[in-house]
């Protein structure tokens, strides 16, 4: 497949390297030309003298901007392609009345919540079954001080990979409780009627990612990732999105999820205001 990449920083171009290894052709952009010309040495890699040729003649396109500018890059192209990979997070907080309006396109735009498809992950939530919970606990440390690039979204949001993970293992969650810990982090309660998810992130941290879930029997069962598998969720998600393109079928995470996520963050900041 043909496949569009705007934006050539860290996510950016690790999608274009899963694309040319999975033996699809990538036709990047970037507004920095230091950036997506070094990716040209890539075979299967082509540079597009724009943001709009990035978006035409291509079965899909990806946006890995900055969160601020994912939506101006979807307005302003979403007419050139029928299939679009919107990285988390979808956009700012501000932008959200926006994105509502743009519901009529849901079925076109998937959302990089690339967390859903760690294999790990999966497992672990597949071992508990239907066992009986008492709650969920998603912890996600990060220290954004050392990410590359700039134009970074509400940490809250940027951190926002478990809010999208609890709301997939349970659609019915929503923040019951929120408060921001001083300037580095945040704590939330989400509630269903049938279960508890407790998340809490640091982004000034030293990194490191952990699932819990406590059973109504007491046993406490915890999953702490590896990098592998982290990384190749990344690819995962890729051949997941290409296949729902390829098929037309709806995309697995979704514009609706993206919303949610935001809507998730906005009352949050409401409650612990």
């Known amino acids: 497949m043909r496949v569009g990449v705007i934006g050539c920083g860290s996510i950016g171009t690790r999608h274009v390297h899963n694309l040319v290894a999975l033996g699809h052709e990538a036709v990047v952009w970037d507004p920095d030309l230091t950036r997506y010309t070094e990716l040209a ?15 035409t003649d291509v079965d899909a ?11 101006g890059v979807t307005l302003r192209q979403l007419h050139r392609c029928k299939y679009w990979l919107i990285e988390k997070p979808l956009g700012t907080l501000e932008q959200l009345p926006e994105w509502r309006e743009l519901r009529y396109a849901a079925a076109r735009i998937a959302v990089g919540y690339n967390w859903r498809w760690n294999a790990e992950v999966r497992a672990f939530r597949e071992a508990l079954g239907a066992e009986p919970l008492r709650w969920l606990h998603f912890s996600c440390a990060t220290d954004m001080r050392t990410w590359p690039g700039n134009g970074y979204a509400d940490p809250l949001l940027e951190c926002s990979h478990e809010l999208d993970l609890a709301r997939c293992w349970d659609p ?36 490191a990612r952990r699932v819990g879930a406590l059973l109504k029997s007491g046993e406490l069962r915890q999953l702490r990732p590896l990098p592998a598998a982290i990384d190749q969720s990344y690819v995962d998600e890729l051949q997941d999105f290409l296949h729902r393109v390829k098929h037309g079928l709806p995309m697995a995470c979704s514009l609706e999820d993206g919303i949610a996520v935001l809507e998730m963050v906005e009352q949050a900041k409401r409650l612990a205001a």
């Open 61 to 71: 396109v990806i946006i890995a901007t900055p969160a601020a500018s994912h939506l």
């Open 41 to 55: 040495r890539l075979d299967g890699v082509q540079l597009a003298l724009s943001e709009a040729t990035a978006c």
């Open 172 to 207: 019915d969650l929503r923040v019951a409780y929120a408060a921001q810990r001083g300037a580095t982090g945040f704590v939330l309660d989400l509630q269903s009627a049938q279960n508890q998810a407790l998340i809490d992130v640091c982004w000034h941290s030293p990194a």
